[in-house]
């Protein structure tokens, strides 16, 4: 019998572990991809989607066309020993890897949910007819979260509608895994467009037209919500160890039990510093491929390793024209960044900051 491995979800880290583990098992592992999206929406890329109304989705049925990944369009409920339960039925497996993802958080403080946008894909349309009809009328957009997301968010609204007026909030300082330069170019880019930023400002709640924080009211037309984090709760109940944001904790080799295997934002990975791994398409795809090797060792009979992971940096896009490339290493981020705009042609400018064109 060949064996089957399970893959569940259709992100970047589901797509790439099911592609690739066909690639490499060739024929001596059936590979079914379960989805409950028959589409990869490009998270990465959900910013754009806010400001120009386009979409950043892709068929699954074009991206695997060709390979022998089977999809099956359905919501995993359940995942028990060997069984994944769907709301379209019953799929056996030898091996799974949970790819499933999570998303900002809008239970973090009461009215988010009601109130706010979340950056996610289902609702960028509609944040994008939104905020045109707002700017329209010299209107506020509130962007809660100075992490990435928050900060790529405000500046491709600020920049694509310049009657918006854009305030961003921040718990603490913006962009806060980053080095100082950045921050600083950050803030600059911010001021340049017209972003009012507010620093050290918890936000407690959010009503229909105002947030509550620390420093009093605040005041919107509209608000987008990019902050916390929470895992997509498939693996909770099952009795298996969680970090705090609902991520599953995996083993060296990215196990959460002998017959599944978690990867991409749904893991919770030791890092070599402590802590966690954090959720991030730069640290689902690594781990997505390292999940589909074991996978296919350990179905095949081949040798497992441990899973290592080096931080790359970030690549941090300021709106159209401007961005941030920031340089790690083992302790952080380094004071070394390249900012500004890649001009085609120009030798100056590192490879990696085409990716914010
Ligand atoms: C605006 C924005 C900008 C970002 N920029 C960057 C960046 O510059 N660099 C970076 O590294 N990261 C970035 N990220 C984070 C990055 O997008 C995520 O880390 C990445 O998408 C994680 O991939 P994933 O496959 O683990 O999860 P996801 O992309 O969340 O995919 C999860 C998949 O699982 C499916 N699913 C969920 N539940 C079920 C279920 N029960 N049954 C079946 N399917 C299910 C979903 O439909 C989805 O297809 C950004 C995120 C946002 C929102």
Redesign the pocket.
């Known amino acids: 019998m060949t064996p089957h491995l399970v893959v569940?979800?259709?992100?970047?880290?589901?797509?790439?572990a099911a592609l690739r583990a066909a690639r490499i098992a060739r024929g001596r592992v059936a590979v079914t991809l379960?989805?409950?999206?028959d589409?990869?929406?490009?998270?990465?890329?959900?910013?754009e989607q806010?400001a120009t109304g386009r979409s950043v989705a892709h068929p699954i049925a074009a991206l695997i066309a060709g390979t022998e990944v089977r999809f099956v369009h359905?919501?995993?409920?359940e995942v028990a020993p060997g069984r994944l339960v769907?709301d379209a039925g019953v799929l056996e497996f030898d091996r799974a890897i949970v790819?499933?993802?999570?998303?900002?958080d809008l239970d973090l403080v009461p009215g988010a949910r009601e109130h706010a946008y979340a950056?996610?894909?289902d609702r960028m349309s509609r944040l994008f007819s939104e905020a045109r009809r707002v700017a329209a009328r010299g209107g506020r957009l509130a962007v809660c979260g100075g992490g990435?997301?928050g900060v790529?968010?405000a500046t491709e609204l600020a920049e694509a509608l310049p009657g918006l007026r854009v305030k961003l909030v921040a718990a603490s300082e913006i962009v806060p895994g980053l080095s100082r330069k950045a921050r600083e170019h950050a803030r600059a880019v911010l001021g340049r467009l017209g972003v009012a930023v507010r620093e050290g400002v918890r936000v407690t709640a959010v009503a229909a037209d105002h947030l509550d924080s620390a420093a009093g009211p605040i005041g919107f037309d509209l608000c987008a919500w990019?902050a916390g984090f929470r895992a997509?709760p498939?693996l909770a109940g099952l009795g298996l160890p969680m970090a705090a944001d609902g991520r599953v904790i995996v083993d060296a080799y990215l196990h959460a039990r002998p017959d599944l295997l978690v990867?991409?934002?749904?893991?919770a990975c030791a890092a070599a510093g402590g802590g966690w791994l954090?959720?991030?398409?730069?640290?689902?795809?690594p781990?997505?491929a390292h999940a589909a090797d074991t996978a296919v060792a350990e179905l095949t009979g081949g040798t497992v390793h441990e899973f290592r992971y080096a931080d790359p940096g970030?690549?941090?896009?300021l709106g159209r024209r401007d961005g941030i490339v920031q340089f790690m290493d083992g302790a952080g981020p380094r004071e070394r960044i390249v900012k500004g705009a890649w001009r085609r042609g120009s030798r100056s400018r590192c490879a990696a900051t085409r990716?914010w064109r």
């Open positions: 569940i979800g259709t992100g970047y880290a589901g797509l790439l379960v989805g409950a999206s589409q990869l929406v490009e998270r990465v890329r959900l910013h806010a359905a919501r995993a409920l769907t790819c499933t993802g999570g998303s900002v950056i996610d894909g990435l997301t790529e968010i990019a997509v498939l990867a991409g934002d749904a893991a954090g959720a991030g398409c730069k640290t689902a795809m781990m997505a970030y690549c941090v896009s990716c």
